[in-house]
């Protein structure tokens, strides 16, 4: 089990940039996260997939967030443009339920995004 | 509603002596408590759960967490720090109201003193 997969690892990019930033969650999960971590703010849930469906979006900052998960193994995290308050690190979770009540989430190493 | 305080920001601690993480959780249903650990420039690590079996919770790397449901913690506790246990631990809580969502604490850093 390769378990989740981000990429890429580190992204420095300039204001106003496109960012793109990918998942592969853990075969056979059918749960998928988006989270955010800054100091300022700790843990943030950006968006929560359910068999490739966005559940819940209230999490994304704003517009110029947007998520897809266009198949059971892929999914990305978009910014556009970017901005320097977007800088954070953006992990990525799966999970083998919909609910995560009792089940836990794996968690890939994170992308660190540096936007200046 | 929901609520989890992790009660110290950061711990310090001598090799080989005890640890000990402290949480408090406020629940409506009868809930789910977690512990993440996260290393430096990793991802979180599920160390240990909870969820209404027994009380007392054995998880990895010889940590282990108790569940007190009349004093509404969940504290984490290892006897013996190595210097490998240093790290970010967070406290996770969720019940059946809350479908997915998990209220993460905001985190004790572990120090281990050599």
């Known amino acids: 089990d390769a378990g989740v997969i981000q990429s890429p690892r580190h992204e420095v990019t300039e204001m106003g940039q496109e960012v793109t930033l990918r998942c592969k969650p853990i075969?056979?999960?059918?749960?998928l996260f988006w989270y955010r971590q800054t100091m300022m703010r700790g843990l943030e849930l950006l968006i929560y997939f359910n068999n490739n469906v966005p559940i819940d979006d209230s999490g994304m900052p704003e517009d110029r967030f947007s998520a897809k998960m266009p198949n059971a193994s892929f999914s990305t995290l978009k910014i556009q443009p970017s901005e320097p308050r977007d800088s954070a690190v953006y992990f990525c979770?799966?999970?083998?339920?919909?609910?995560?009540?009792?089940?836990?989430?794996?968690f890939g190493n994170g992308t660190r995004l540096t936007v200046t | 509603a929901q609520s989890v305080t992790q009660l110290d920001s950061h711990v310090s601690v001598s090799e080989g002596t005890p640890v000990l993480l402290r949480c408090n959780y406020s629940?409506?249903?009868?809930?789910?408590l977690f512990w993440y650990v996260q290393h430096p420039n990793k991802g979180l690590q599920l160390l240990l759960k909870?969820?209404?079996?027994a009380t007392l919770v054995k998880g990895i790397n010889g940590f282990e967490a108790e569940f007190k449901k009349s004093e509404t913690s969940f504290h984490l506790t290892k006897p013996s720090a190595h210097m490998s246990d240093a790290a970010e631990y967070f406290c996770v809580v969720s019940d059946r109201n809350s479908n997915y969502q998990l209220i993460w604490g905001a985190g004790t850093k572990l120090i281990i003193k050599p």
């Open positions: 629940s409506s249903y009868s809930p789910s």
């Open positions: 909870y969820t209404s079996a």
């Open positions: 075969s056979g999960h059918n749960s």
């Open positions: 979770a799966s999970s083998l339920k919909g609910s995560s009540y009792n089940s836990p989430l794996h």
